[in-house]
Nanobody
Framework: QLQASGGGLVQVGDSLRLSCADS????????LGWFRQAPGKEREFLAS????????HYADHAKGRFIISRDNLKNTVYLQMNSAKPEDTAVYYC?????????????????WGQGTLVTVSS
Protein backbone atom coordinates (compact mmCIF):
# COMPACT_ATOMS: atom_id res chain seq x y z
CA GLN A 1 0.00 0.00 0.00
CA LEU A 2 1.44 3.33 -1.09
CA GLN A 3 1.41 5.83 1.74
CA ALA A 4 2.76 9.35 1.97
CA SER A 5 3.89 10.70 5.31
CA GLY A 6 5.73 13.61 6.84
CA GLY A 7 3.09 16.27 6.48
CA GLY A 8 1.99 18.57 9.22
CA LEU A 9 1.88 22.18 10.32
CA VAL A 10 4.93 24.26 9.46
CA GLN A 11 5.78 27.93 9.49
CA VAL A 12 6.60 30.12 6.53
CA GLY A 13 10.21 29.59 5.59
CA ASP A 14 10.48 26.15 7.16
CA SER A 15 11.71 23.03 5.41
CA LEU A 16 9.90 19.74 5.33
CA ARG A 17 10.64 16.32 3.88
CA LEU A 18 7.83 14.10 2.77
CA SER A 19 8.22 10.37 2.32
CA CYS A 20 6.23 7.84 0.39
CA ALA A 21 6.71 4.11 0.69
CA ASP A 22 4.91 1.01 -0.44
CA SER A 23 4.70 -1.83 2.02
CA UNK A 24 3.25 -4.36 -0.39
CA UNK A 25 4.82 -3.90 -3.81
CA UNK A 26 8.15 -3.00 -5.27
CA UNK A 27 8.21 0.44 -6.82
CA UNK A 28 11.90 0.54 -7.61
CA UNK A 29 11.38 -0.30 -11.28
CA UNK A 30 8.99 2.56 -11.92
CA UNK A 31 9.28 6.28 -12.20
CA LEU A 32 7.68 8.07 -9.29
CA GLY A 33 6.01 11.42 -8.98
CA TRP A 34 4.70 13.92 -6.49
CA PHE A 35 1.52 15.92 -6.94
CA ARG A 36 -0.47 18.16 -4.64
CA GLN A 37 -3.99 19.44 -4.38
CA ALA A 38 -4.82 22.65 -2.59
CA PRO A 39 -8.30 23.37 -1.26
CA GLY A 40 -10.62 24.25 -4.10
CA LYS A 41 -7.99 23.62 -6.76
CA GLU A 42 -7.12 20.84 -9.15
CA ARG A 43 -4.35 18.40 -8.50
CA GLU A 44 -1.05 19.69 -9.86
CA PHE A 45 2.23 18.08 -10.72
CA LEU A 46 5.35 18.91 -8.72
CA ALA A 47 8.15 16.55 -9.64
CA SER A 48 9.03 13.14 -11.01
CA UNK A 49 12.07 10.90 -10.86
CA UNK A 50 13.14 8.05 -13.10
CA UNK A 51 13.50 4.53 -11.80
CA UNK A 52 17.22 4.81 -11.15
CA UNK A 53 16.97 8.36 -9.91
CA UNK A 54 19.25 9.62 -12.66
CA UNK A 55 16.62 11.86 -14.21
CA UNK A 56 14.28 14.31 -12.54
CA HIS A 57 11.62 16.63 -13.87
CA TYR A 58 10.04 19.58 -12.07
CA ALA A 59 7.08 21.82 -12.65
CA ASP A 60 8.22 25.38 -13.21
CA HIS A 61 6.69 26.54 -9.96
CA ALA A 62 8.52 23.81 -8.05
CA LYS A 63 11.99 24.45 -9.39
CA GLY A 64 14.43 25.75 -6.81
CA ARG A 65 12.40 24.89 -3.71
CA PHE A 66 11.44 21.25 -4.14
CA ILE A 67 13.79 18.31 -4.49
CA ILE A 68 12.67 14.81 -5.36
CA SER A 69 14.82 11.80 -4.53
CA ARG A 70 14.42 8.10 -4.01
CA ASP A 71 15.95 5.17 -2.18
CA ASN A 72 15.15 1.97 -4.00
CA LEU A 73 16.55 -0.17 -1.23
CA LYS A 74 13.91 1.33 1.04
CA ASN A 75 11.23 1.34 -1.66
CA THR A 76 10.71 5.00 -0.85
CA VAL A 77 10.49 8.31 -2.64
CA TYR A 78 11.05 11.67 -0.96
CA LEU A 79 10.09 15.26 -1.54
CA GLN A 80 12.13 17.94 0.15
CA MET A 81 10.31 21.26 0.42
CA ASN A 82 12.32 24.34 1.35
CA SER A 83 11.29 27.90 2.17
CA ALA A 84 7.66 26.93 2.72
CA LYS A 85 4.99 29.40 1.64
CA PRO A 86 1.31 29.64 2.57
CA GLU A 87 0.40 28.65 -0.98
CA ASP A 88 2.15 25.31 -0.41
CA THR A 89 -0.75 24.31 1.83
CA ALA A 90 -2.20 21.23 0.19
CA VAL A 91 -2.56 17.49 0.33
CA TYR A 92 0.55 15.95 -1.19
CA TYR A 93 0.33 12.71 -3.12
CA CYS A 94 2.90 10.34 -4.48
CA UNK A 95 2.25 8.21 -7.52
CA UNK A 96 3.79 5.28 -9.34
CA UNK A 97 4.23 5.69 -13.07
CA UNK A 98 3.43 3.10 -15.70
CA UNK A 99 7.02 3.08 -16.92
CA UNK A 100 10.57 3.81 -15.83
CA UNK A 101 10.39 7.45 -16.90
CA UNK A 102 7.46 9.80 -16.46
CA UNK A 103 6.61 13.43 -16.67
CA UNK A 104 3.84 15.69 -15.50
CA UNK A 105 0.77 14.06 -16.99
CA UNK A 106 -1.41 12.39 -14.35
CA UNK A 107 -2.44 9.72 -16.84
CA UNK A 108 1.18 8.53 -16.87
CA UNK A 109 0.66 7.29 -13.34
CA UNK A 110 -1.44 4.30 -12.49
CA UNK A 111 -1.05 3.88 -8.77
CA TRP A 112 -1.71 6.67 -6.31
CA GLY A 113 -0.99 6.75 -2.63
CA GLN A 114 -2.86 8.19 0.27
CA GLY A 115 -1.94 11.82 0.61
CA THR A 116 -0.42 13.72 3.46
CA LEU A 117 -1.59 17.18 4.47
CA VAL A 118 0.86 20.04 4.66
CA THR A 119 -0.30 23.28 6.22
CA VAL A 120 1.94 26.31 6.07
CA SER A 121 1.12 28.94 8.63
CA SER A 122 2.12 32.56 8.40
Amino acid sequence: QLQASGGGLVQVGDSLRLSCADSRRTISNNALGWFRQAPGKEREFLASISWRGSSTHYADHAKGRFIISRDNLKNTVYLQMNSAKPEDTAVYYCAVARSSIAGSRPESYHYWGQGTLVTVSS
